[in-house]
């Protein structure tokens, strides 16, 4: 037991250590990235405006002409002392637009998540559960096509069919105009807010208005969740204890419910926390298609005024919260796994 | 002590607009999208047209464009110059307040142009006031601007963003942050901002002027058109301005309970010839690209006619605009004459030419405008188009070093003939196409230090002349302003008009 336990600390400290070259590099790839694409705020704003001389001076002035080593040393020693910066563009503390637009992303991810889960795992089952008859047949193809299908198409869809058509959600923004005029936040994460602030009515309007975008990027996320689950089930059903339970004579519903479906989803939660990365990929696009004020809305138009403050900030934090999920589930994984060891 | 008394300001404005908004009959708050977007509140930090239009009903300038087109004086009673245009002087308004409760006088404009000048931020306002050596105050009610050199059109500078006056109390070497209370003497109150996503403006009680026809207006900010017009079929708003595409608008002009609005517009597009770069450093190759233009085809067939035409760099409408282009190659696409200029310059055609466009920045219709002009300069074996795009940023960054045929297009900084002429064919254009005339430049001059304005619009009409000889730039539609409005929407097309202004406190919602 105490070998275990030193083995699994070994293991943990190893597992953080490499966390520093991992994010080292992450911070140098952004860095260069964005010095190697052509184009530079100040163009981006001025250009096609100003003469290129009164454009040249301005990027001298912000320091954009110094060697690009000096800027990469800058731009660690701001890093290390967890100063983001403050955007070119806008002027806005890259710490407040990962405050603000971030809880955005954070509310919508968290119930988009909520949506694969429960969507994912219970087609999965009973895909699983019910192999080669028409459920599994559905389920399988409703993953694949979830899957395959781009979350801007399924939310463009969502947005005709359930706002335009049958006019029963709201098509875009994070609330009303009248409600998010009024709204009095402390979290940034509106349905939080509404609580604390006993608005029920603008609850409902928050809530509606995250239905269509939660459920576009969850069910995208369940198309992984369907496969990875109907095959964890399948396989389970085939293992020597359900027979065993089978053969002890415990009803058929409970071998299911209580010892394969529950042993068929330990390995989904290692996938729930890899899907991170991929919910806040798709996050970028459903926000987009949406107009959710979100943490990759925001940075697709930092994006396309070559805003290298902002844009190194905001990736950074995307890639740091992948990092720490990655962390977690490896020691999540270590833990339940004594083979799991460096 | 003054940041406590801010704060004591920014809460009490929130807390009474928000309180405000929430007792009140909410009916009568106008909601307007728009896919502009805002780079700062601060006029001395803002060089775009988003952040021009989320200024323009909280703060004002000495002289602006309240009812139109046509320059008027606003918080100033007159401006005049003082023996030659070097020196301008301006008697301001009495009675005038801030939204803070201050009185407004001469101090404040001092304080305005000095900072504008001193913060000079980087995106690029204070060019505006290049011009400028010296503001003095005369009294509390007069002010006197010294200028470098001779300016005829000073008192339309007063009238841009760079002119927008803000209190002494405002920072003098660094902006008012977005989150921190924007002060102006504008008919709106702006209540809360969040960016990206909306502005919340409130009737100003204390306005010296009349009062908004609105109870408030919400500026909702969109990242696709197609999500704000949705958001306006389904009345989730009730007026969006800038910007739909051509198809979005033909559907809009169908939709039962909306209507789509056209004023006289003010943004013009241009292909920008590289005088120095072959083949359009040969005069010959200008002017045959001049006489196949096909804007006509542009203008119908990708703008369904929410363009017009446009024959010289100044928009039709505006006082001193000729159709420059039209009297020297026609109205339509003269090929034959196109074909035969570039056989009398020994050139064989068709001639191989590379258009350079870029996708997003001037629309998504961009792909279809350069699609149509290749169509129509290839008709008749005139030219061989290659055509070339990229994303804004990078094409801003190379276009007068790498392309000798590009897209450009323009919004003014004022609706004056002269701010569609001097930045584009001085010596030192931004278009950076080499153009360099000394009989150009001489013009310029005259017409800067034109004392009269009918001598003023007399050298203007010269220099499109002289344009459309040299073919530096071909000047090819112009935009209507265009608006759409649920019906219950009252007063939008009494702000469409060549200024470009969307003035939110004209309109009102039944």
Known sequence: MAAKGTSLRQYALTRLALVIPMVFILLTLVFLLMRVAPGDPISSALGGRVPKEEVDKIKADLGFDRPIYVQYGDYLADIARGDFGTAITDRREVRDIIKENGAATLELTFFAMIVAIVVGVTFGLLAGRFRDTWIDGSGRMFGIIIYATPVFFLGLMAQLFFGSYLGWLPTSDRASPIVDATLDTHTNIYTIDTLINRDWDAFVDVSKHLILPAVTLGLVTAGVYIRLVRVNVIRTMKDDYIEAARARGIDERSVVYNHAFRNALVPVITVVGLTIALLLSGAVLTETTFNWPGIGHTLILYLQNRDYTAVQGIIVVFALVVVLASLIIDFVNAYIDPRIRY | ?510
């Not at chain 2, 940041?3 to 009474?16: K, M």
């Not at chain 2, 609005?261 to 045959?288: F, K, S």
């Not at chain 2, 920045?361 to 279809?368: I, K, L, N, P």
Request: overall charge positive; hydrophobic content about 40%.
């Open chain 2, 1 to 510: 002590m003054a940041s406590v008394a801010l704060l004591v300001v920014v809460v009490a404005g929130a807390s009474v607009g928000q309180s405000a908004l929430r007792s009140s009959d909410q009916s009568g708050v106008l909601i307007a999208g728009t896919t502009d977007t805002v780079t700062n509140l601060d006029p001395a930090g803002a060089y775009d047209y988003g952040s021009f239009i989320a200024a323009v009903g909280v703060y004002q300038q000495l002289m602006g464009f309240p009812n139109g087109a046509k320059l008027q004086p606003v918080l100033a009673t007159k401006c005049f110059a003082v023996r030659s245009n070097k020196t301008w002087r301006c008697n301001l308004r009495r009675g005038v307040t801030f939204h803070d409760g201050s009185a407004f006088d001469s101090a404040d404009v001092k304080h305005t142009f000095d900072r504008v000048i001193k913060i000079n931020d980087p995106s690029g306002i204070s060019s505006l006031l290049g011009n400028l050596k010296s503001t003095k105050t005369n009294g509390k009610y007069a002010v006197t601007f010294n200028l470098k050199s001779a300016q005829s059109t000073w008192p339309l500078i007063l009238g841009t963003s760079a002119g927008f006056i803000v209190p002494s109390t405002y920072p003098a070497g660094k902006l008012q942050a977005n989150d921190q209370a924007q002060i102006g003497t504008g008919p709106y109150e702006l209540t809360k901002y969040t960016p990206g996503q909306q502005a919340v403006y409130e009737p100003f009680d204390d306005y010296w002027g009349a009062q908004a026809k609105n109870d408030g207006v919400i500026a909702r900010y969109y990242a696709k058109s197609s999500t704000m017009k949705l958001a306006l079929e389904r009345g989730e708003i009730d007026m969006a301005f800038q910007t739909f595409t051509p198809t979005e608008l033909a559907s809009l002009r169908k939709a039962k309970g909306l209507k789509v609005y056209a004023g006289n517009g003010a943004v013009i597009r241009y292909l920008v010839l590289n005088v120095e770069r072959a083949p359009t450093n040969n005069i010959a190759v200008r002017q045959a690209l001049a006489y196949a233009f096909p804007r006509q085809a542009v203008a119908t067939r990708v703008y369904r006619g929410d363009v017009v035409p446009l024959y010289s760099m100044p928009p039709a409408g505006l006082p001193g605009h000729i159709d420059a282009f039209a009297s020297r190659y026609g109205r339509t696409p003269n090929l034959a004459k196109a074909k035969a200029t570039l056989r009398a310059a020994g050139l064989s055609t068709p001639l191989p030419i590379e258009l350079w466009w870029t996708p997003t920045h001037y629309g998504d219709a961009s792909a279809d405008e350069y699609a149509e002009i290749k169509r129509g300069l290839e008709k008749n074996g005139v030219f061989k188009v290659t055509l070339k795009s990229t994303e804004w940023a990078q094409y801003s960054d190379a276009l007068g070093r790498q392309y000798n045929a590009f897209q450009l297009g323009w919004f003014p900084d004022y609706p004056d003939v002269e701010n569609y002429v001097v930045p584009f064919y001085r010596s030192d254009t931004f278009a950076a196409n080499g153009y360099n005339s000394k009989k150009m430049d001489n013009l310029i001059k005259a017409s800067l230090a034109a004392k009269t304005e009918a001598k003023r619009l007399a050298i203007y009409r010269q220099i499109q002349r002289l344009a459309a000889a040299d073919v530096p730039i071909i000047p090819y539609w112009q935009q209507k302003m265009l608006a759409a409005g649920r019906s219950n929407v009252r007063g939008i097309p009494t702000t469409l008009d060549a200024s470009f202004i969307m003035r939110y406190w004209k309109i009102s919602k039944s």
